[in-house]
Nanobody, 131 residues
Framework: DVQLQASGGGLVQTGGFLRLSCAVSGLTSDDYVIGWVRQAPGKEREGVSCIRRSDGSTYYVDSVKGRFTISSDAAKNTIYLQMSSLKPEDTAVYYC????????????????????????WGQGTQVTVSS
């Protein structure tokens, strides 16, 4: 089983910084894409960012591009989402999720699939940005 554990959320003011972590275990191959999905009250799930294990390629939703950075540690067992210049609209529960993809899928396509259908989820971590 793939296990994912997200952490690092909290309460910050507008313009603040948070780093989310996702500890991952049980990955059996290098073809996983691991991503962050958020859900705000009353809104649908939104794919925020993802990274492909095999080559480190990434995707960011337009609203966070330039502010958020996804990365993986050397052991490839933890991914991070560094969030800078946080805005109130970033307030949401952030989930870590993963799925296997052929490299025929772009990271953007993988993000869409992960967001809509992934069955490998960690517990969410709450990010609240005060106005």
């Amino acid at each position: 089983d793939v296990q994912l554990q997200a952490s690092g959320g909290g309460l910050v003011q507008t313009g603040g910084f948070l780093r989310l972590s996702c500890a991952v275990s049980g990955l059996t191959s290098d073809d996983y894409v691991i991503g962050w999905v958020r859900q705000a009250p009353g809104k649908e799930r939104e794919g925020v960012s993802c990274i492909r294990r095999s080559d480190g390629s990434t995707y960011y939703v337009d609203s966070v591009k330039g502010r958020f950075t996804i990365s993986s540690d050397a052991a490839k067992n933890t991914i991070y989402l560094q969030m800078s210049s946080l805005k109130p609209e970033d307030t949401a529960v952030y989930y870590c999720a993963a799925d296997r993809f052929s490299e025929r899928f772009t990271t953007a396509e993988a993000m869409r699939v992960i967001t809509s259908t992934s069955t490998s989820w960690g517990q969410g971590t709450q990010v609240t940005v005060s106005s």
